[in-house]
């Protein structure tokens, strides 16, 4: 039996001698890089906070004390230590674990959002809950990276903190100089700054082997240690900014030496207000292939990066083309260049992208002022990213009606991420902006045509989403319908039954469909609206040629291009039931993409036997009966 597999909550690490920590740690190296290389996962960044994770399970009482991870992606590591190690190689599989912490897990387990930069605000709330109800003997722990810590939720959190004197609440900066790739901007660069100070380091490294013979005995001696390290960082470069912001700040901290990591910890605790303190880890460390790998680090396994064949590519190449030919189009990324597909461009133009950083907002708003000054932006995000960044969307870009192209990628059910990863609200979000054009491509070839009409597009936002993964196969088009592809017609001696709008890949999803409504005798047209705001008006006619219209979209359904549709027929006084299919609006858990859309029903034998039951409702004798048409759970 392993130490590791001894461990079933933390208390059990309470007792652990300074070797037998140094075993366990490289126990947890040995099953995350065992595990995640099998499952997938966020390898480099767990790997860096192996002693972190440990030292913080030591020192502090959870889930007395609340322990919350920025993004959480690199919270596997005290996952292992809450009584999770039988289970982890289920991780991030369909029914296992969580690649992110979840409350259904562990009670050790808080904030399960795994959106960027928001540790700091809910560690500000908790912490101002305790003071408030005299809960005092509760400390609030938050890790956030140094990438996460680009984001402006976190300084406005650290703003408030800085006001908050009585918050029991330490700031760990896990700080490894890497986001996806290195961070960038101002921060980054400080921290950088204060890592370098060669000359601050020596001094540190002798009052930390001086004061850890000190034996801790709460807020006086802090303060007075604070004091000479102050005084010291006044003399020695760089200033410190976060002093400066009126936050005590101990730093920076070796994060792979456990015991220096517990003493600086119980130091933080016992201050008794709010404390930041940074530590250096290294992200990828006791893996070479991550330790040396220049991309990322091995951020995740397998690389985010656009390989071949997938949607990201097909975008990062059509970029390059639209770049050569359009100076004025330049590429906005907020963290994520690789993983984007942005890469190419980049190199081709390095003067023409920007990584602003883990801000979504920023990069929004940043965009809109490119655009006043006369470029075209592509701003390339992750559909459930964009969440974050509405107002900038609907107000700095929307209402000023800027030329500013969005693409979504990992729009719809993405997978293994889970509920906070899945892109299924931008197609309701961007129903509500008034001038955004939303297209949606089906295969490689649209993703060109799109993207090209959409920078195309002179005097307001338009959007081009797709979905995460390999493209597929190309569908031509048999006919047009006003600016849609009509894929299929009925065949000779079928009605005009159903009007199938399917939305992006749904169009295809809606060819087989209609192949399994065929069997059933109902003659179905499968149009794709290639944009899906707004809706063309032809429906409005091709509509009344038919008995049912059914719209299909990898969209929440509320609110998204079924209800658009609805809407649309319903202002042109068209009398036709509409069936509109899409994700259950609901935070919907991880699992691979055809499982989650087999779980949801939005697959074509789950559509087709609803579309056959809602047509043989309407006119019985017209459906003929087989065997399929009874198979299938009922969808929402
Ligand atoms: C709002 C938001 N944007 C983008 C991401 C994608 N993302 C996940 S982890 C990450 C990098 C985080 O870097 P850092 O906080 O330094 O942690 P590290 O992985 O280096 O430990 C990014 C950009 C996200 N989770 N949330």
């Not at 001894?6 to 190296?29: F, H, T, V, W, Y």
């Not at 102050?230 to 730093?251: A, C, S, T």
């Not at 907020?334 to 390095?350: D, E, I, N, S």
């Not at 179905?524 to 809706?535: S, Y």
Request: proline content about 5%; some cysteine.
């Amino acid at each position: 039996m392993t130490l590791l597999e001894c461990i079933n909550g933390p208390e059990d690490l309470k007792g652990l001698s300074q070797e037998q920590l140094i075993r366990l740690a490289g126990e947890i190296r040995d099953l995350l890089i065992e595990t995640t290389t099998r499952t997938s996962g966020h390898l480099g960044p767990n790997l860096g906070v192996v002693e972190l994770t440990i030292a913080i399970h030591r020192v502090f009482d959870s889930p007395r004390d609340r322990i919350i991870f920025d993004t959480g992606h690199q919270a596997y590591v005290h996952k292992l230590l809450t009584g999770r190690v039988a289970r982890f190689g289920t991780l991030r599989q369909r029914g296992g674990l969580t690649g992110y912490p979840n409350r259904a897990e562990s009670e050790h387990d808080l904030v399960e959002n795994s959106h960027a930069s928001t540790s700091l605000s809910y560690a500000d709330g908790l912490a101002k809950a305790h003071t408030l109800r005299g809960e005092l003997d509760r400390t609030v722990v938050a890790v956030i990276g140094d990438g996460a810590l680009t984001g402006g939720m976190a300084w406005e959190a650290l703003n408030n903190i800085a006001a908050a004197k009585d918050s029991r609440l330490v700031m760990i900066v896990n700080d490894n100089g890497w986001s996806y790739q290195p961070t960038i901007g101002g921060l980054a660069e400080h921290l950088a700054a204060i890592r370098v100070s060669q000359q601050y380091e020596h001094v540190l490294d002798y009052i930390k082997t001086t004061l850890s013979r000190t034996p801790v005995v709460g807020a006086p001696i802090y303060g007075t240690l604070h004091g000479i390290k102050k005084g010291i960082k006044d003399v020695l470069q760089p200033q410190v900014m976060f002093e400066d912001l009126g936050l005590k700040y101990v730093g920076p901290i070796d994060g792979h030496d456990e015991r220096l990591l517990e003493t600086a910890l119980r130091r933080a605790r016992d201050f008794g207000g709010p404390v930041l303190l940074h530590v250096i880890t290294r992200k990828g460390l006791g893996y070479p292939e991550a330790e040396q790998n220049e991309i990322d680090c091995l951020h995740q396994v397998p690389a985010a990066g656009a390989a071949p064949g997938t949607w990201s590519r097909v975008f990062g190449d059509e970029m390059v083309a639209i770049g050569t030919r359009r100076p004025d189009v330049v590429a906005i990324t907020a963290a994520m260049l690789y993983p984007t597909g942005l890469a190419q461009f980049a190199a081709a133009y390095p003067d023409r992208v920007y990584d602003v950083g883990i801000a979504e907002q920023h990069a929004v708003t940043s965009a809109a002022g490119l655009a006043m000054a006369g470029l075209h932006p592509v701003v390339a995000i992750y559909s459930t990213f964009l969440n974050r960044a509405f107002d900038q969307t609907l107000m700095d870009v929307g209402l000023h009606r800027l030329p500013v192209t969005f693409v979504l990628d990992r729009a719809g059910v993405t997978g293994p991420d889970g509920a906070s990863h899945h892109g299924m609200w931008d197609g309701s979000l961007m129903q509500l902006v008034p001038g955004m054009k939303v297209a949606a491509p089906r295969d490689a070839r649209r993703v060109a045509e799109l993207l090209n009409e959409a920078v195309e597009v002179p005097d307001g936002p338009t959007v081009v989403r797709f979905p995460k993964g390999k493209v597929g196969g190309e569908v031509e088009a048999v006919a047009r319908l006003g600016g849609m592809d009509v894929l299929r017609t009925p065949a000779a001696g079928f009605g005009a039954d159903v009007l199938l709008v399917g939305a992006g890949v749904m169009a295809l999803t809606g060819l087989e469909i209609a192949d399994r409504l065929a069997v059933h005798g109902i003659g179905v047209t499968v149009v794709d609206p290639r944009w899906t705001k707004p809706v063309d008006e032809a429906l409005a006619g091709a509509a009344r040629q038919h008995r049912l219209v059914v719209t299909v979209e990898d969209n929440g359904r509320v609110g998204g291009f079924g209800d658009a549709v609805a809407r649309l027929l319903r202002d042109h006084d068209v009398d036709l039931p509409v069936k509109t299919f899409g994700l259950p609006q609901e935070f919907l858990p991880h699992g691979t993409r055809e499982e989650v859309l087999d779980e949801v029903g939005l697959t074509p034998q789950h559509l087709a036997r609803q579309i056959t039951e809602a047509v043989a409702r309407r006119s019985p004798g017209d459906v003929r009966e087989t065997a399929d048409a009874a198979e299938g759970p009922p969808v929402e």
